[in-house]
């Protein structure tokens, strides 16, 4: 099996808010951005693509939002080979990985000391 066209691309972005209702109110009427609400929390929002279907990122709750910046997601084919070229290339692995509702993934930071993550669906 080859690996697609997403493999290892950036694929969604969570940004840290401390309010998930004032972040929809201002993205909605600011850029008509659309929401898909996760968890018993809720402690997450999703933020639905230009389609309405696909997600493009997602609204992490975070009392201290100002701690951390934005979270960029890659998106990957094979998530422990992923996760062996990080630990290879000199990454630290930070948290994971783990399973969420639409797959796995881990974070990690980078030799900078840069969060991100990668993601696979689940089955992957």
Known sequence: MGESTKHHRLDYLELPVDDLAA?????????G???????????YVGIKGGD????IGG?????DATSGG???????????????????????IAIGPYDFPGGRRFHFHDPSGNELAVWSPAGA
């Open 23 to 31: 972040a929809k109110a201002f993205y909605g009427a600011a850029f």
């Open 33 to 43: 951005w659309e929401f898909t609400d996760y968890g018993p929390g809720p402690d």
């Open 52 to 55: 309405g279907e696909d997600e």
């Open 59 to 63: 609204f992490r709750l975070d009392p």
């Open 70 to 92: 934005p979270l960029p997601i890659l998106f990957s084919d094979d998530l422990d080979g992923s996760l062996q070229a990080v630990r290879i290339a000199g990454g630290e």
